[in-house]
């Protein structure tokens, strides 16, 4: 695959992060009862990126909670070829019974991975809302889900992989678009 452009800068995520974060306490009017959400691996950084910068608005924590949707797949057969499935189990450090879940994820691309997400949310309780909060969308929906909350929405081709790199885990912070 080859590099195609560097949709997102450094200082461009943090930007829309920071849109993220004020558009979360504004919706929410404040962020009481709020939960946030991260879909493992780069939803979690997200999602602590996300937290801390409603803790510099706020003045107040919000949690943080990881989840892992590798259960809860659709094409769990097809992604793991005939391997078992490496669980990492979630981690949700409140109960989510009456919360204002905001689920966390990098990129929203057919739906499907959130789909997973809002079905182990609601095996760990029945929040009062779930929200979607992502750092890119690039389209191609298979499912009706769209997020409430985007940091930026970069339009796609079928043959074309938003890859979203993160300082925590691949030392830079872009986003870019490769193709084949």
């Avoid at 461009?12 to 993220?20: H, N, P, S, V, W």
């Avoid at 590798?70 to 094409?75: A, E, F, M, V």
């Avoid at 029945?126 to 690039?138: E, G, H």
């Amino acid at each position: 695959m080859n590099q195609k452009a560097v949709v997102l800068d450094a200082q461009a995520i943090g930007r829309a992060l920071t849109r993220i974060a004020h558009q979360i306490i504004e919706k929410n009017k404040g962020i009481e009862n709020c939960v946030l959400v991260g879909i493992r691996t780069r939803g979690i950084f997200i999602a602590e990126r996300l937290a801390a910068k409603i803790e510099e608005i706020e003045g107040k924590p919000i949690p943080v909670g990881e989840l892992d949707i590798t259960l809860y797949r659709d094409d769990l057969t097809k992604k793991t070829d005939d391997q078992e499935p490496l669980v990492k189990g979630s981690d949700i450090p409140v109960e989510l019974k009456d919360k204002k879940v905001i689920l966390v994820d990098d990129v929203l691309y057919t739906g499907r991975t959130v789909r997973a997400g809002l079905d182990a949310v609601m095996d760990l309780g029945r929040p009062s809302t779930i929200q979607l909060a992502v750092l890119v969308d690039r389209g191609h929906r298979e499912l009706p889900i769209r997020a409430d909350y985007v940091g930026k929405n970069i339009p796609t081709s079928s043959n074309e992989k938003v890859v979203v790199e993160l300082q925590d885990v691949d030392k830079v912070d872009q986003v870019s678009i490769f193709e084949n």
